[in-house]
């Protein structure tokens, strides 16, 4: 009789435990990976990840070729381009890459460093 009450209290104790509170709060939104996990909403997951794809890999080639042409007019001049406009008047790109909507340039020329911000 001892060891049934031994179990059965041994029972409860693990039930109580494991009907604990749960977690309330509320879960945070990945704002990077907006992906639902849906299979219904596979395609649309999809095209917004090539968007996104696309309008990186457009942000890191205009900054490559910018880059590129600050680098050459430094090597030339020997001073870094006062502003990006001035690599297109001196003939060192034949205009400034259009980046995607909401996003611009923002250009040190002290350094010669060049960033896209959005």
Do not use: W
Not at 55 to 72: C, F, G
């Amino acid at each position: 009789m001892k060891n049934i009450s031994t179990y059965l209290a041994l029972g409860l104790f693990v039930a109580l435990i494991g009907c604990g509170e749960k977690d309330t709060t509320a879960k945070k939104v990945d704002l990077e990976n907006n992906s639902s996990g849906n299979p219904l909403t596979a395609p649309v997951d999809y095209l917004g990840a090539v968007s996104k794809a696309k309008k990186t890999a457009v942000k890191v080639l205009d900054v490559a070729s910018l880059t590129q042409a600050i680098q050459t007019f430094y090597a030339n001049e020997d001073r870094y381009p006062t502003s990006l406009a001035e690599l297109v008047s001196t003939h060192y790109l034949p205009s400034i890459p259009a980046l995607p909507t909401g996003m611009r340039y923002n250009y040190n020329p002290a350094s010669g460093v060049v960033k896209v911000l959005k």
